[in-house]
């Protein structure tokens, strides 16, 4: 779905966002609606066709924008994950998401435009003096980072990550944060999808204020479950499914919470 189309167009304000129930009616995703899917990989009717928003409602385009890096990192794994997940959003919410994703560096000047980015990978993640200003401009500012640990991204993303905030470390996210209800229940917080060696899965976060504004997927492996179904042996439809549930989640609480200037 193309930019120019006019369905990212509509932005979200932050008075309302803040406002979070009548937001999120108004969206037609709130907490409940998409827990109520009879069977493992149906989305519920109620969350597919729930109203459309009827106010005029200000927001950057409504897109994921995946984070290239320097290190040596392969930032580009995945490949089917974000395509994949993009279009579950679409399907399970009325928010008029943009099914390309995008791909910026932490200097790109469009970076700001987007409320969601996206970084994974198995290798080094390093950021120049001049990125983790930019990234720490980006996310008080607004914006939302998920980071999903693809196995070998853990020791250098908490040391960047410290340069960006040193006096905020990750903290663990509880399982009563929105971030884990505001489409689909998910009481025991992050689903595990592979093992990473027999350690549990960790939602990790850092909060600006109020509002979570990096997400930490770790032992997780949430982008291999948005791949396609077969990509990686041994992953039944159930996994798939639950890690699309909490990839909309993510996406919709980064776009709800969002505080623009």
Known sequence: MSHASGLAS????????LGATALLVALGVWRGRAAEAREPGVASPSAVN???????VEAPRLAIARLQYEGGGDWYANPSSLPNLLAAIAQRTNLPVERTEARVRLTDPALSSYPFLHATGHGEMRLSAEEVEKLR?????GGFLHVDDNYGLDESFRREIARVFPDRPLVEVPTSHPIYHVVYDLPDGLPKIHEHDGKPAEGLGIFLGGRLAVFYSYSADLGNGWEDIGTHAGDAPALHERALRMGVN?????????VTP
């Open 50 to 56: 729930a109203p459309r928003a009827t106010a005029a």
């Open 137 to 141: 401009e980006y996310l008080t500012r």
């Open 10 to 17: 509509v932005r979200v304000s932050a008075g309302a966002l």
């Open 250 to 258: 993510l996406f919709v609480y980064a776009v709800t919470s969002r």
